[in-house]
């Protein structure tokens, strides 16, 4: 089995900065694709965008240019860089893991992003 964790949330002002982070343990043989999420209260889940292996990524038009992913692959970790921040980027934000030689997904246990002047 796999264990997510999540970190990095906060509360930061129109404009600023945050990390997420996404760590993986357990059985795990490497991470095949991170998928972020976000979801504000009352509101569906969104998908933020991906990174699948080391050079396919996807952004969603909301956070294009925005949000970049990246990966630590020795730690089975996976990143969210969030720069220009907008309160509309208010939300939980959730990792799902997609390891190598695993048909299972895993979920982080979200983080809560306020970006608020």
């Known amino acids: 089995q796999v264990r997510v964790v999540q970190s990095g949330g906060g509360l930061v002002q129109p404009g600023g900065s945050l990390r997420l982070s996404c760590v993986a343990s357990?059985?795990?043989?490497?991470?095949?694709?991170v998928f972020w999420y976000r979801q504000a209260p009352g509101n569906q889940r969104e998908l933020v965008g991906s990174?699948?292996?080391?050079?396919?990524?996807y952004y969603s038009d909301a956070v294009k240019g925005r949000f970049t992913f990246s990966r630590d692959d020795a730690n089975n970790t996976g990143y969210l860089q969030m720069n220009s921040l907008k309160p509309e980027d208010t939300a939980v934000y959730y990792c799902?893991?997609?390891?190598?030689?695993?048909?299972?997904?895993?979920w982080g246990q979200g983080t809560q992003v306020i970006v608020s002047s």
């Open positions: 990174m699948t292996g080391t050079s396919t990524l």
């Open positions: 799902n893991v997609a390891p190598m030689l695993d048909s299972k997904t895993y």
């Open positions: 357990g059985n795990i043989r490497g991470i095949r694709a």
